[in-house]
């Protein structure tokens, strides 16, 4: 069985500022890990995905996360905010292989908002 | 990139009708797609895993005769909401897999709002 948490529903941060949203995963077999974004009323967009290669991984958007396995952790980071990074952010496991492999199980997904 | 597009964007329909959504991968085939609902504030929930030529598998909790999936091509993956009531108004998310290539990675449509009156 799989599943994440996101520690805070709801982030603010000043323009400028480093972004910091935080995910850690409960999984019994070797995870991949995802980053979604979702602007209002879309789909989501992938960020970036941890799939056993480097532990840091770099996506779109400036976003990078970290995979950290003693923490059980895939937190993002941006260094400095932009108006446009407000939207909402969700943290995804899948199993890295076999059966069921595609299937995604998200987080409750943190709220950026950016203050000007 | 791929690209997963769903119709309609949005439909408001009476209760007790039907509602059809199409999810559609349009520049690769998709042999799984997955259903997802969204309510206001929270997180993607799956509903069902659509299969190519086979019967979809539904997740607990989701009543198969009342969310119909119909996954007819390689390309094309159908949701319908059976006799809609207003506690199905939800947005409604698909995705499909880039099987082969990048089997890590799925893509997913824009979502469709269904409001039930």
């Known amino acids: 069985a799989q599943s994440v948490t996101q520690l805070g529903s709801h982030v603010s941060v000043s323009e400028g500022a480093l972004v910091l949203l935080r995910c850690n995963y409960s999984s019994s077999v070797p995870p991949y890990l995802f980053w979604y974004v979702q602007y209002p009323n879309q789909g989501l967009q992938l960020l970036l995905k941890y799939t056993s290669a480097a532990t840091l991984v770099k996506g779109i958007n400036g976003f990078e996360a970290e995979f950290k396995k003693s923490e059980t952790s895939f937190h993002l980071t941006k260094p400095s905010a932009h108006m446009s990074d407000a939207a909402e952010y969700f943290c995804a496991v899948s199993p890295q292989a076999g059966a069921g492999s595609y299937q995604l199980t998200f987080g409750k997904g943190t709220k950026l908002s950016v203050i000007p | 990139g791929a690209v997963v597009s769903q119709h309609p964007s949005r439909v408001i329909c009476k209760s007790g009708t039907s509602v059809k959504i199409e999810c559609r991968s349009l520049?690769?085939?998709?042999?799984?797609m997955f259903w997802y609902r969204q309510f206001p504030k929270q997180s993607l929930m799956l509903m069902a895993t659509?299969?190519?030529?086979?019967?979809?598998?539904?997740e607990q909790g989701v009543e198969k005769d009342k969310f119909l999936i119909n996954h007819a091509s390689l390309t094309l993956s159908t949701l319908t909401v059976t006799s809609a009531h207003p506690e199905d108004s939800s947005f409604y998310i698909c995705?499909?897999?880039?099987?082969?290539?990048?089997?890590?990675?799925?893509?997913f449509g824009p979502g469709t709002r269904l409001t039930v009156l």
């Open positions: 659509s299969n190519e030529g086979s019967k979809a598998t539904y």
């Open positions: 520049d690769f085939q998709a042999t799984t």
């Open positions: 995705s499909a897999p880039l099987a082969g290539v990048h089997t890590d990675t799925q893509y």
